[in-house]
């Protein structure tokens, strides 16, 4: 199952994209889909011939950073993902022979050392590519959230607070915090024993600290196991969900920690999972659509439910 690629994953592929980018030219740029390419000016041609510098995390965005105060911003949302295809020096690539774009290719991008493609599945095209010039220009793109890797405590806590929401919708929105969703908001409220609809206004200052210091751990953690998992290779599955997570995509499984089964609320294409042993005082959360369903004898505690279950 596909998410958007948060932070470790998007950390996964600058680490694969830079010994294989940096330094090179960016000799030929293919637009397979029509849907991607959502700026106009500066034109897709004028990153031909350019060298690459650098690449950045903005957000969930990946950065190419070019020649003459150019950059690429690619958003690769739910299904995008990268492909890499290695070659020895060739002829001119206007004239190399390539492979015949998929169903999923959105576009594909030629350097001296090998040919990128981005693809996305399914029908719908959500992935994006700006060309923007300038700092300036760039910054238009930043949805404003901190970097938790790179603030402080106190900066933390004061984002955190700034309006009365639950944990959950509070750690993944963009403009409070850079680079993290559903998958690591999952991991990151578990490691702190915080329910995922506890409101921000009622945290106390010291799980404000713990819940900083579980997101700093959760996300260096996760970046720094994947990088090691993927070594030299390219990333070739890019995933939300992970084998070792301890609750993220686990629902009914046991909690590494206390072994009681992991529990999910359901709201619209996406789950909330959580330990409510760990996280909750042994509370079931109210899923919106079970609870509706059942009314009265929806299950309150794990016992409950484990009751509603012998029946």
């Given at each position: 199952m596909l998410a958007v690629p948060e932070l470790p994953d998007v950390e996964l592929y600058l680490h694969a994209l830079g010994p294989r980018i940096i330094g090179q030219t960016l000799?030929?740029?293919?637009?397979?889909?029509?849907?991607?390419?959502?700026?106009?000016?500066?034109?897709?041609?004028?990153?031909?011939?350019?060298?690459?510098?650098?690449?950045?995390?903005?957000?969930?965005?990946?950065?190419?950073?070019?020649?003459?105060?150019?950059?690429?911003?690619i958003h690769l949302?739910?299904?995008?993902?990268?492909?890499?295809?290695?070659?020895?020096?060739?002829?001119?690539?206007?004239?190399?022979?390539?492979?015949?774009p998929s169903k999923t290719t959105l576009a594909t991008f030629d350097f001296t050392t090998g040919t990128l493609t981005l693809?996305?599945?399914?029908?719908?095209?959500?992935?994006?590519?700006?060309?923007?010039?300038?700092?300036?220009s760039l910054a238009e793109h930043d949805p404003g959230g901190i970097d938790v890797l790179t603030s402080t405590g106190d900066a933390f806590g004061a984002r955190l607070r700034l309006?009365?929401?639950?944990?959950?919708?509070?750690?993944?929105?963009?403009?409070?915090?850079?680079?993290?969703?559903?998958?690591?908001?999952?991991?990151?409220?578990?490691?702190?024993?915080?329910?995922?609809?506890?409101l921000t206004s009622n945290l106390t200052d010291l799980q404000v600290g713990q819940l900083f210091d579980s997101t700093r751990t959760v996300l260096r953690t996760w970046a720094a196991r994947l990088i090691e998992e993927?070594?030299?290779?390219?990333?070739?599955?890019?995933?939300?969900?992970r084998a070792g997570m301890a609750?993220?995509?686990?629902?009914?499984?046991?909690?590494?920690?206390?072994?009681?089964?992991?529990?999910?609320?359901?709201?619209?294409?996406?789950?909330?999972?959580?330990?409510?042993?760990?996280?909750?005082?042994g509370r079931l959360l109210a899923d919106r659509g079970l609870s509706r369903l059942l009314g009265a004898d929806w299950p309150r505690t794990l016992e409950e439910l484990e009751d509603l279950k012998r029946r």
């Open positions: 000799e030929r740029v293919r637009i397979v889909s029509p849907f991607l390419l959502r700026s106009v000016t500066p034109g897709i041609a004028s990153l031909e011939g350019r060298r690459v510098l650098g690449l950045r995390r903005l957000g969930k965005r990946i950065v190419w950073v070019l020649d003459d105060d150019l950059f690429v911003v949302m739910i299904a995008g993902r990268f492909r890499w295809a290695g070659h020895v020096q060739g002829p001119d690539p206007r004239t190399r022979p390539g492979a015949s693809t996305e599945a399914g029908a719908k095209r959500r992935a994006s590519l700006y060309v923007v010039q300038g700092e300036a309006e009365n929401r639950t944990l959950k919708r509070a750690l993944t929105d963009p403009r409070l915090f850079s680079g993290i969703g559903n998958a690591y908001s999952d991991e990151i409220l578990h490691e702190a024993r915080l329910s995922p609809t506890q993927a070594g030299d290779r390219f990333p070739e599955k890019v995933s939300a969900f609750v993220h995509g686990k629902y009914g499984q046991g909690c590494p920690r206390c072994d009681a089964p992991v529990q999910r609320i359901q709201y619209a294409a996406n789950e909330c999972n959580y330990c409510a042993r760990c996280q909750t005082g």
